[in-house]
C-alpha cells in the first residue's frame, strides 16, 4: 500500500510541474516583418502592455489584433532592443 502512493504523490507532483511550466513556458509567434522568432511570455507580455499603453491601445489578445498593428508593435518592438 506504501509503494502505491508513493508512486501517486511522485506522478501527482509530476503532473503539477509539468503543468506549471507549461503555463510560463509562452508559445513562439513569427514577426514576418522582422523574420524572426518571439516567445510569447510574461516578459513579452510587459513589453506588448507598455506598447499598449504607450500608443492608447485597447488590451487585447495580440493575435487578434489586425496586421497593420501587429506590423506596428513589432516595429516598436525591435526599436526596444
Same mark, same amino acid.
Given at each position: 500500500? $506504501?509503494?502505491? %502512493?508513493?508512486?501517486?504523490?511522485?506522478?501527482?507532483?509530476?503532473?503539477?510541474?509539468?503543468?506549471?511550466?507549461?503555463?510560463?513556458?509562452? @508559445? $513562439?509567434? @513569427?514577426?514576418? @516583418?522582422?523574420?524572426?522568432?518571439?516567445? &510569447?511570455?510574461?516578459?513579452?507580455?510587459? @513589453?506588448?502592455?507598455? &506598447?499598449?499603453?504607450?500608443?492608447? $491601445?485597447?488590451? $487585447?489578445?495580440?493575435? %487578434?489584433?489586425? %496586421?497593420?498593428?501587429?506590423?506596428?508593435?513589432?516595429? &516598436?518592438?525591435?526599436?526596444? %532592443?
Amino acid at each position: 500500500m $506504501r509503494s502505491i %502512493k508513493s508512486c501517486f504523490a511522485t506522478l501527482l507532483l509530476t503532473v503539477v510541474l509539468s503543468t506549471g511550466c507549461a503555463v510560463h513556458a509562452g @508559445y $513562439r509567434v @513569427y514577426d514576418p @516583418y522582422h523574420g524572426d522568432y518571439h516567445v &510569447w511570455d510574461d516578459r513579452e507580455g510587459v @513589453y506588448y502592455n507598455q &506598447w499598449v499603453t504607450e500608443n492608447h $491601445r485597447e488590451n $487585447r489578445d495580440f493575435r %487578434k489584433l489586425n %496586421k497593420d498593428d501587429q506590423k506596428r508593435y513589432w516595429d &516598436w518592438r525591435h526599436a526596444q %532592443k
